[in-house]
């Protein structure tokens, strides 16, 4: 494998990309496959929906693939033109080489991508560690965003460091160690309220295994970072999400951003069940046509 990898063995890197093809194949809706050159790397893009829609960037969560997160907002590419790429440095086609997301790298990333598909402006769609990079977009380029909604918002604030230890870093240990399922199904029930699919259960099983972590989060922003961001945003978030849960972002968010034109708060851990899903696309259809 290359010095830039951030897999463990190129049997590894194969059963990820079985579970993201996999993945793609059940989808209801077509998905076209593109690659973008970047100064950042080479990007692999998913596209879908009406190429006379109005475009949606969706960025995937962190240390999992991009056809599971897109998953989650499968009903945008009905009206929409949603353009999804893989992040870099995580599991996915895109270069494996990792860049900050503290700084204005990401930003510079996704300006590119636009600039390739000729999109001046567009929505934009984040859960987790996607919701990072769309903040380090409203930090250095605030007027690439027309709106923005953020899913289980990494970029705001954490959770309790002794909570993630006791719900999800001791049983990964322990899952490392000896591939347990009862230590799967631990950190499972914990990222999900017990509400995750089982496929979805064996791909972080398999990433947790053949994949090296990304482990910095993105940068907690600062109020003064979006002092010109103006976009209309809608924040939905978990009370029970052991990474960002709402109780804490519900207070920080209404501190930093100055358009907030709605905060949810969804009885769901960090990932949302199929029930959550439901509600969470009809709240989102409903804020796109107000605000897009």
Request: aromatic share 10%; hydrophobic share 40%.
């Amino acid at each position: 494998m290359g010095h830039a990898t951030i897999y463990k063995s190129d049997e590894g890197k194969k059963r990820i990309l079985q579970h993201y093809d996999q993945y793609i194949n059940s989808f209801a809706f077509e998905v076209e496959r593109t690659y973008v050159n970047t100064s950042y790397g080479k990007t692999h893009v998913l596209v879908a929906g009406p190429k006379d829609g109005k475009p949606v960037f969706i960025l995937q969560g962190g240390n999992c693939i991009n056809p599971m997160t897109l998953s989650w907002f499968s009903s945008v590419a009905e009206n929409y033109r949603v353009y999804a790429p893989d992040t870099i440095g995580h599991p996915g086609y895109s270069d494996e080489n990792r860049i900050s997301a503290k700084d204005h790298s990401f930003a510079g990333w996704i300006e590119q991508l636009m600039n390739h598909f000729e999109i001046n402006s567009c929505a934009f769609i984040g859960p987790s560690y996607g919701a990072g990079i769309v903040l380090r977009v409203a930090t250095f380029m605030p007027d690439k965003i027309d709106c923005a909604i953020l899913v289980s918002p990494a970029g705001i604030c954490l959770g309790s460091k002794l909570k993630m230890i006791n719900d999800i870093l001791v049983p990964l240990v322990l899952f490392n160690l000896t591939s347990s399922e009862k230590s799967l199904n631990r950190i499972a029930g914990n990222m999900s309220v017990n509400s995750m699919k089982e496929i979805d259960k064996a791909i972080i099983g398999d990433v947790f295994k053949h994949v090296s972590l990304e482990q910095d989060m993105p940068k907690l922003t600062e109020k003064q970072e979006l002092t010109n961001y103006k976009s209309p945003t809608l924040v939905i978030a978990g009370q029970d999400d052991v990474f960002f849960p709402a109780s804490k972002i519900n207070k920080k968010a209404k501190d930093i951003i100055s358009n907030l034109t709605g905060l949810k708060i969804y009885d769901m851990g960090h990932f949302p069940s199929e029930g959550d899903l439901v509600l969470m696309n009809n709240e989102i259809q409903t804020f796109l046509k107000e605000h897009y």
